[in-house]
Structure formats: structure tokens, C-alpha cells
């Protein structure tokens, strides 16, 4: 595992990770919640929080649960179902964080008490100042809404420096590098370009909610969990998407 120097200090104080619920399979896919990936993950954030980074999670549900497209199934009942499947993956995190030393707590948007403490904000941000590390699940607890703009929105209420996103995708492209080999990589975007390109990398609320609120957010692969530490301290990794007027397109 390679890290940055002990010497360098973090970029940032408190930070919100969204994790892909997808990327959790791990790379064959083969597995619901890969344990490989999962302590991955939870070696790169113990990582971050012995640098003295506070740190706040929320986990997707796509390795269990895509929602009710093309199922013909009511999709308030289909999101529903989406929080209680962020709940199993927030759960399998905490179990890897606990077994690496950090003291962890699952909070959900819908009470479910004999197994996580509800969501209150003031409860999760003493957490985050006492040095322990928060995977919040169920979203925002409410349906239409997905696990980004759920990022995003608690980002704000607590306070972190910046969302950092950790999907299948590396980057922000200038065009599908799936389809365009030659597809530039962009470093640093504005919160425009996402929204007037409709680019799916982030939901156009989550992206309205980050532009108006002035939340940076950092793109990046979870393929390799150390990207989370190299974006703490600030490596060029990934894209930024913030309020700027020098972006690479």
C-alpha cells in the first residue's frame, strides 16, 4: 500500500466519502459485498484518520439494489427498499472499521434503533469531534432522492471541506471514454458544466444543491480505496467540480 509521506498534512479537516454501493462487488463482481474492497476501504480511511481527518461516510445500495426501473414496481416501496440495502452495506463497513481500531457509529435517516442510532445532526457532528468515523445510512430517509444528493445534503449540515466521490468512473471526461478513446480527462470542472451537459457522473440535484451551497466535490475511482487518501492530501487525482473559471474543456 502506498501513502503519502507522514510528514504532509491533510488538505482538509472533516470529510464526506460516498462510496458506490456498486463497487463494493469488488472487480469480478462476483459477490455482493466483496471483503477484499471492504478493507480496502477501511485500511485508506483508518489512514485518514490517524493523519487527524475527520471522517464522515455515506454507501450506496447498488450491489444489492438498483431501485425500480423497468420493474414496474411503486417506487417509493422500490426506494425504500434502496435505505434498508444502504443499511447492510453501511453495517459490513462499520464490522471492518471496528475490527481496524476505529471506533464507528451507523446512523440512519429511518429509525431502526436496535441496530444503528437515528440520525440527529448535532449527535453526528459530536461523534465527528470525539474521533469517531459516521456512516450514515437511508439516504436522506426520504424516496426520489438519491444516496448523492444524500451526500451532499449532510455535507452541509455537518460541515465537511468537501465531498469526495468514490464511484466506478476515475474522472469527469469530456466525452464517454467508453465509446471515445480519445476522451480527455478533466481535472477541474464548474458545477455548470455538469448540469447544462446533463452528465450522469452526479444527479443534477445533488449537483444544483453542491453548486448553491458552495460544497466542493472530488470524482475518483474506488477501485483503488488509496485514492481517498491521495485526495485528503490534495494529489491531482480524479476531477474537481467547484465554482471556477478554468476549466479544461
Given at each position: 500500500?502506498?501513502?503519502?509521506?507522514?510528514?504532509?498534512?491533510?488538505?482538509?479537516?472533516r470529510i464526506l466519502i460516498k462510496l458506490s454501493g456498486e463497487a463494493l462487488k469488488g472487480i469480478d463482481g462476483n459477490s455482493i459485498i466483496d471483503e477484499k474492497i471492504i478493507d480496502k476501504i477501511g485500511r485508506a480511511v483508518s489512514r485518514c484518520h490517524e493523519l487527524g481527518v475527520e471522517v464522515a461516510i455515506i454507501v450506496g445500495a447498488g450491489n444489492i439494489w438498483r431501485g425500480a426501473s423497468g420493474t414496474g414496481m411503486d417506487?417509493?416501496?422500490?426506494?425504500?427498499?434502496?435505505?434498508?440495502?444502504?443499511?447492510?452495506?453501511?453495517?459490513?463497513?462499520?464490522?471492518?472499521?471496528?475490527?481496524?481500531?476505529?471506533?464507528?457509529?451507523?446512523?440512519?435517516?429511518?429509525?431502526?434503533?436496535?441496530?444503528?442510532?437515528?440520525?440527529?445532526?448535532?449527535?453526528?457532528?459530536?461523534?465527528?469531534?470525539?474521533?469517531?468515523?459516521?456512516?450514515?445510512?437511508?439516504?436522506?430517509?426520504?424516496?426520489?432522492?438519491?444516496?448523492?444528493?444524500?451526500?451532499?445534503?449532510?455535507?452541509?449540515?455537518?460541515?465537511?471541506?468537501?465531498?469526495?466521490?468514490?464511484?466506478?468512473?476515475?474522472?469527469?471526461?469530456?466525452?464517454?471514454?467508453?465509446?471515445?478513446?480519445?476522451?480527455?480527462?478533466?481535472?477541474?470542472?464548474?458545477?455548470?458544466?455538469?448540469?447544462?451537459?446533463?452528465?450522469?457522473?452526479?444527479?443534477?440535484?445533488?449537483?444544483?444543491?453542491?453548486?448553491?451551497?458552495?460544497?466542493?466535490?472530488?470524482?475518483?475511482?474506488?477501485?483503488?480505496?488509496?485514492?481517498?487518501?491521495?485526495?485528503?492530501?490534495?494529489?491531482?487525482?480524479?476531477?474537481?467540480?467547484?465554482?471556477?473559471?478554468?476549466?479544461?474543456?
Open positions: 500500500m502506498e501513502y503519502i509521506d507522514n510528514s504532509s498534512k491533510p488538505k482538509y479537516k417506487r417509493t416501496r422500490a426506494d425504500h427498499m434502496g435505505m434498508l440495502a444502504t443499511t447492510i452495506n453501511a453495517l459490513a463497513l462499520q464490522d471492518a472499521f471496528i475490527r481496524l481500531g476505529m471506533e464507528t457509529r451507523v446512523m440512519t435517516a429511518i429509525s431502526m434503533q436496535e441496530i444503528a442510532e437515528p440520525y440527529i445532526r448535532n449527535r453526528a457532528v459530536h461523534h465527528l469531534d470525539h474521533g469517531r468515523v459516521i456512516i450514515f445510512g437511508c439516504g436522506i430517509g426520504n424516496p426520489f432522492f438519491t444516496t448523492d444528493t444524500a451526500a451532499v445534503m449532510r455535507a452541509a449540515e455537518i460541515g465537511a471541506d468537501i465531498v469526495i466521490l468514490a464511484k466506478n468512473i476515475d474522472a469527469v471526461y469530456d466525452s464517454d471514454p467508453r465509446r471515445n478513446r480519445g476522451a480527455k480527462k478533466l481535472d477541474v470542472v464548474d458545477y455548470k458544466y455538469i448540469l447544462n451537459n446533463e452528465l450522469t457522473v452526479i444527479d443534477s440535484t445533488a449537483a444544483s444543491f453542491s453548486k448553491d451551497n458552495n460544497i466542493p466535490l472530488l470524482i475518483c475511482a474506488l477501485r483503488d480505496p488509496d485514492n481517498i487518501v491521495r485526495a485528503v492530501m490534495g494529489e491531482k487525482i480524479g476531477t474537481l467540480v467547484t465554482h471556477t473559471n478554468n476549466m479544461n474543456t
